[in-house]
């Protein structure tokens, strides 16, 4: 099959048209990662809530909301490939849409579920089922935005664009963490417990209205309209689905690392503090808020230094580096002569890595499919790569500490993960596009 010149290289958006997509795109990322953060921040009580019946204990109950956790993960590949295929026939914009009020509608009914006291059993179920909602939605959102942000992005600037999907990723785990540590100062433990865990997820139904009207106001991308306005433009064809599928491959495999360190120091941390070095719920969210602030102060510089030395070089930092640090910064943490400012700067080191593989990543997916196949592509590829090693991370780390008593496996999971991912990074098969990845 011969390489088309990419359509995005081909036109200039006007500048009011690149900023309502950096915001359109972005604020459907920044809720759905604030809901995964609060889900994750609140995970021990809505163990005790939702999966803890009588005589079962707070280990089992733990491991059951991951359970949960990671099968709304695995929807996200069924969403990517449902709302992929419609994005890349009917438009970027009219899915996006779709997409974000199922996203508000699942995610604002997890705040008035009854739990196990009030219907028993029924309690865990209805749970999971708004998971499963949000899985799919999920999947659906990631590659419309990144197919909008980096269409409309300038000439040169994509990886600058892109990054802004992983910046909003950090807000929005930012927005959750602050919203836990504000309501654990403000409430007793009992009041959290009872009903202030609930306010986090209600505080999405504003926020995902707000999403809706920008989503509402949003252009469908140039690339799009291109590439269906013409029949016989090379453009359009869709390309054979074993080069789609090499192609999602090859992302996925770029991108596990950053999806298994992001969640075990981003998301994960505040359970394993609390749970195995017994940390309070204020001091695991205090080194939660450390990591994101890290994570997110890396993120954008890493997508712009990608526009001049390449995707692939600032990735591939980031991997090694997490190869290399994950277990010296756990053991920082262990160690309790270790002051509280060092412990810090741990943290927000571990976060600020993870940023390196952030931030580059998305415009290294776009990159790997045409216009016909981006939104299905990049979906599959993220979702399969976070459903795998993002959203079992928690359900790994946690049944792998409690059956070995090792406090290390957090460190030795992203370790891991990552030096698969140096591997991916370090090859340059070509993508669907015809270009390097």
Known sequence: MSAPTPAHD?????????????FAGSVGNFIE?????????????????FFTPEGGSEAEALVRTYASFALAFF?????????????????????????????TGATTLIGVLPTYDTVGALAPWLLTLLRVVQGLSAGGEFGGAVSVMTEFAPPGRRGLYGSWQSFTVALGLLAGAGAAALLATLLTEAQLGDWGWR??????????????????????????????????????????????????????GRIMGWAAAGYTFLVVLPSYLQSTLHASFQQALLATVLANLGFAATIVPAGWFS??????????????????????????LQDA?????????????????????????????????????RYTGLGLAYSLSNAVFSGCAGLIITETVKRTGNVDIPAYYAATVCAVSVLALAASPKGVTGKAG
């Open 10 to 22: 081909l036109r200039t958006p006007r500048p009011e048209q690149s900023r309502r997509a950096l």
């Open 33 to 49: 990662w604030y809901e995964f953060g609060v889900y994750g921040y609140f995970a021990t009580v809505i163990a005790a809530r």
């Open 75 to 103: 929807f996200r590949p069924v969403g990517a490939a449902v709302f992929g295929r419609l994005g890349d026939r009917i438009g970027r914009r009219p899915v996006l849409i779709l997409v974000i009020a199922l996203m």
């Open 199 to 252: 306010l986090p997820f209600l505080l999405t139904l504003p926020l995902g209205l707000g999403a809706l009207w920008l989503r509402l106001r949003l252009e469908e991308t140039p690339d799009f309209e291109r590439a269906t306005a013409t029949a016989t433009d090379t453009a359009t064809e869709s390309p054979p689905a074993r080069e789609v599928a090499r192609a999602v491959a090859v992302g996925a």
């Open 307 to 332: 526009d001049r030395v390449g995707r692939r070089p600032v990735m591939l930092a980031g991997a090694v580096l997490v190869v290399l640090l994950a277990v010296p910064l756990l053991n920082l």
């Open 337 to 373: 002569g270790t002051s509280n400012a060092v412990k810090g700067a741990a943290v927000f080191g571990a976060g600020a890595v993870v940023g390196l593989m952030a931030g580059p990543g998305p415009a290294m997916l776009a990159e790997l499919f045409p216009t016909s196949a």
